[in-house]
């Protein structure tokens, strides 16, 4: 495989030392899942990773996507890649067997796309979207549309896509125009635009499947009146014939990164032939789509995360080689110059990078971890991995992102001026992380959905559930000399985020929601630092008891890397929560009373 862009022996670290991936194979629904089997998945996909994705990864970037004649074009591997995943059962990997799915646990299905958005994180969104599309034709569709979309889209020769946002609305969901009239026997004329659609049409494709919004007219006001159509670019017939379906491209969207993948602009019913096909129940839409968005949202985190560990890897390659300067203690400039990863600064750049890095990818697949047990157990406990899931959702997607783009500038500073030339891939995932604190909702819209909603939902049950897990890893490692310090740093931090959660409860009823949510996004990079030191704790721990054990040199070193970032974590970044729970509980409301027109000119 050329080039290094994530590792596997922290993948089988998390998967099997930490979370004990094998273990759901002892409920029926993943009992094929054992580790031999977890073991040939993770080699299937870094080689397909190392073969067809990587190895793209800067033609992709340089040959965007264009318009031609109505068509999208793309680079031409984009249908090799969704063949092959296609064939290799990567987007069906979720899939029940009835509908010839893997029944694959989400966290080895999680492991796998962070191995392929590593390597290439523009190729690899293609057969994502067609997996979460797809899953939501499973999930409500009628058996018709399952029948008709489901296996063409699993098989990766019809891509799928989520059709959301439209000009006038952006992010507000509730304000979009797009209109459905009623034809009969649930089929719709569709009128209408929608903006920054992923892979909303390319000739890697036969056929493009767009799972997209709209208000049948005569619908409730707001967010009450939206439903879910499937609107084919093209609409097959009893026999199998692909008619148009009046879904036109008006443009292809020029971006600073992630451009392997077009982001386009559609207008449907310009004929007044473009029929869409409802899925589920009039109205139900957005409680529909809000499955493939919390899908589409933890995936998001994962690109965000393998992105920064494709540059971390890459950052730490260059400083293990490239020679500069001295030890600064060393004056006689005859000594040889020593490789930069001896000075501590570089060391602190790359501990940054890393704990980003292995904190979010253990979140990620703590959080698929809840999902999958959410799917296999019943009553209280179901309950239990739905709300967890549910809480740490927004994190999953945030802190991976915001701080992906930290850990991304980390790695590019540690090539100095090289780092900011194309020679070296930093500068493109620079721009590649760019997005992702954006799309499939922005930090503002996840940190008042965690303040707003999560958090207090079914009267706190989700947040005290949440601080009975960060309380068991503190109680666990307060029996041990070296990590008691950094449980007891933990405990503080929770207390101070249950404080800063009660002030802002309080506000709430004394003064409105708006000064209650008006620091959502602080509220949220609190929550999430605090998240990610529980998984760093979670992971000290376990390289605490492997170090008990005998183990080779090269264990070792891994095992000790991993307690020297956890205590980067603990002594540079849970500190920031200081600063973050002060301002949350200052009595000043700043930002609501600032004036618009004090902005200047």
Known sequence: MAGKFFSMRNLKFLLYEVFDCPAL??????????????????????????????????????????????????????????????????IGAHFPAELDGEQMPLMVGSAARFIFAAANYSGAVYADLCAGAAHLIAAFGSPRLIATYVPRMLSGSWQGTMALTEPQAGSSLSDIVTSAAPMGEGVYRIKGQKIFISAGDHDGAENVVHLMLAKIE???????????????????????????????????????????????????GEKNDCIGYLVGEPHQG??????????????????????????????????????????????DPNLPQIPIIEHADVKRMLLFQRAV??????????????????????????ERNHLLLELLTPVAKTYPSEMGILSVSAGLQCFGGYGYCDDFPLEQYYRDARIHPIHEGTT?????????????????????????????????AQDEPMLAPLSEKLREAMTRLQNVTLHLGRKARTEGVEPFLADAVLYLELFGIIVIAWQWLLQAQTARLALAKNCSQGEMNFYQGKLFACRYFFGYELPKTLGLAERLTAADNLTVEM????FGD
């Open 218 to 268: 005569g619908a409730p006001p707001g967010a009450r009146g939206i439903s879910l159509f499937v609107v084919p670019k093209k609409r097959p017939d009893a026999s199998g014939y692909l008619a148009d379906n009046d879904v036109t491209v008006t443009a292809v969207y020029h971006k600073l990164g992630y451009r392997g993948a077009p982001i386009t602009e559609l207008s449907m």
């Open 357 to 382: 890095v292995e904190g979010s990818l253990a979140l990620l697949l703590q959080c698929s971890l809840y999902a999958d047990l959410e799917k296999i157990t019943q009553g209280e406990e179901k």
């Open 286 to 331: 957005l409680k529909y789509m809000f499955q493939m968005m919390n899908e589409a949202r933890l995936g998001v985190g994962l690109g965000a995360t393998a992105i920064a560990s494709a540059a971390y890897y890459a950052a730490l390659e260059y400083a293990k080689a490239r020679t500069q300067g001295r030890k600064i203690h060393e004056k």
């Open 595 to 598: 004036p618009v027109n004090c």
């Open 25 to 90: 194979a002892g409920y029926d629904y993943y009992s094929q899942h054992n580790r031999k089997a977890v073991d040939m998945v993770l080699a299937a996909a870094a080689k397909m990773a190392g073969d067809l994705l990587w190895p793209i990864l800067k033609e992709m970037d340089e040959h965007p996507p264009r318009l031609e004649n109505g068509r999208v074009k793309v680079h031409a591997d984009v249908k090799k890649i969704l063949k092959e995943a296609g064939a290799g059962g990567w």
């Open 444 to 476: 503002a819209i996840q940190g008042m959905d965690l303040l707003g909603r999560k958090v207090v939902m079914k009267d706190g049950q989700a947040f005290l559930l949440f601080a009975g897990e960060v309380d068991r890893v503190i109680q666990a």
